[in-house]
């Protein structure tokens, strides 16, 4: 019996076409939280920028893909940061060697060294809010837990050498979410389900991206999108329809849930 389930934002809950959640998935929501079952959110985006959800209501957040959890809408359970010597590492190599436009994601704030024509084109498909241009100095000693690296995947060797105790977890050909080595979706629905008392084997989860894959293997049923590339379909249980084409009412459906 599934008693929680976990959702991917962009690409699985919300539509890359529309920027809106599905009037058939809002509709699968309200039926799960009125059967008791509990649905959580577990994303790469930091909570602050959860900005295409409207007024749907979550019982936890897996944000920045595991590495800062926490249950309803701000109980933190779980945080897991990049070490300060990949951070100091990575600033001298963008001040030396070579430059590319970064995020650093802290606790509350998110900040960029400078952006161009590839990051707003990654921000208008996501309808992400653009963070604000800072310095790399005022990034030295600050606590950071996640960077949205714009490097290529044939760039992504070289500059993951420098970012030692950290991983690449790519879902876009254009720029990759690194996080603290071990930090993952799975270790967030862990910690979540661990709050919660629920087994893993009662758990479900959606997701689309290659940083959905951990966790598509390790849910009691991993659904795959039918938008998702096929090496993240190869792990899950169920591929499903898009999200376009009412994904997740149709495979909550399919597995007699809804």
């Not at 109980?75 to 995020?103: G, N």
């Not at 996080?179 to 084997?201: H, N, T, W």
């Not at 376009?244 to 597995?255: C, M, N, P, Y």
Request: include cysteine; hydrophobic fraction near 40%; proline fraction near 4%.
């Amino acid at each position: 019996m599934v008693k929680a389930i976990f959702f991917d934002i962009d690409g699985t809950l919300v539509s890359f076409k529309t920027h809106e959640v599905p009037r058939s998935t809002i509709d699968a929501l309200d039926i799960l939280r009125k059967k008791g079952i509990k649905v959580f959110i577990a994303t790469g985006r930091h909570y602050s920028s959860i900005n295409n959800l409207g007024d749907l209501k979550f019982d936890g957040y897996v944000t920045l893909n595991g590495g800062y959890c926490f249950a309803g809408e701000d109980k933190v359970i779980y945080k897991h940061s990049i070490p300060d010597r990949d951070i100091d590492a990575l600033i001298r190599y963008l001040e030396t060697e070579e430059s590319f436009p970064c995020a650093f994601v802290q606790e509350k704030e998110i900040f960029m060294n400078y952006k161009d024509e590839t990051v707003e084109e990654i921000f208008n498909m996501l309808n992400f809010p653009e963070p604000p241009i800072r310095p790399l100095s005022e990034m030295k000693g600050k606590t950071v837990y996640q960077l949205v690296s714009f490097f290529t995947a044939e760039q992504e060797k070289k500059i993951m050498s420098i970012l030692s105790h950290c991983e690449s977890t790519r879902w876009n050909p254009l720029f990759t979410d690194v996080v603290p080595a071990g930090s993952s979706k799975r270790i967030g629905i862990d910690k979540m389900l661990e709050y919660f008392k629920i087994p893993l084997k009662e758990c479900m989860a959606f997701g689309d991206g290659g940083n959905d894959i951990a966790m598509l293997q390790h849910a009691g049923i991993g659904v795959a999108m039918g938008n998702a590339d096929d090496d993240v379909k190869q792990y899950a249980d169920y591929v499903t329809d898009s999200v376009d084409e009412d994904g997740i009412f149709k495979a909550l459906k399919f597995h007699n849930i809804i």
